[in-house]
């Protein structure tokens, strides 16, 4: 919940900046995000995912050192939707089990046939989804205006993730009865899942 809330500022924080010209606030949280997840997977006893936190903080604040921050902003949203894209296609390869399947799989036990077509038919949307917003947010990045840009990158791009999860979520109860569930439910059974082990495969 205090990454959420300090990810909020953050978006704000760097619209803010755009508008003003005031990068501090934007900075201190832009640094604060990866010690925050740094700290939180050497708690979980994550340590490569520790280390890789740590050394994209050391990366950051270097850069903000530098006078780098203004550029730095641009790289959180388009990181994010690139890596969960990457993430999603390749658990698509072979040998590999589609991402979607393995969250559903942690959170209702084994699936039949149909469920696991399904979930690797949603694998692949979401990877196309994600990489389709990783272009469209460069794009803005380097030729639309830095107000459009923040719009669309700190705002626009979690809505149209979350109004993408909606719309798959209705699709699976209209699909797969069975698995019909509420947004709220979901939500909460997500949030318990284990991100790093989903993502490792284990």
């Known amino acids: 919940m205090a990454g959420l809330l300090v990810l909020l500022l ?18 201190v949280l832009l640094l604060a995000l990866p010690l925050m997840a740094a700290l939180e997977a050497g708690r979980r006893g994550y340590l490569p995912a520790a280390a890789l936190w740590s ?9 903000q050192y ?3 921050g203004e550029y730095l ?7 994010i939707p690139a890596g969960l894209a990457v993430a999603f296609a390749v658990s698509l390869g072979p040998g590999q ?33 994600l990489g389709l917003m990783a272009v469209a947010t460069l794009a803005l990045s380097l030729f639309a205006p830095p107000a ?19 719309a798959e979520l209705l699709l699976r109860g209209h699909l797969l009865p069975g698995r019909r569930e509420g947004v709220l439910p979901f939500l909460r059974r997500m949030g318990r899942l284990d991100r790093q082990r989903v993502l490792r495969g284990d």
């Open 66 to 68: 530098r006078g780098l």
């Open 10 to 27: 953050y978006l704000i924080a760097v619209h803010y900046g755009v508008w003003t010209g005031e990068w501090r606030p934007a900075m």
């Open 55 to 63: 050394t994209i903080a050391v990366l950051v604040a270097v850069g």
């Open 73 to 79: 902003v641009h790289l959180p949203p388009l990181a």
């Open 148 to 166: 459009i840009w923040s719009l669309f990158a700190n705002f626009l791009n979690y809505l149209l993730i979350g109004a993408f999860m909606l």
């Open 97 to 129: 089990t589609p991402l979607v399947t393995r969250i559903a799989t942690r959170m209702d036990g084994d699936l039949g046939e149909r469920e696991r077509r399904y979930t690797r038919g949603a694998t692949l949307a979401w990877a196309a989804f």
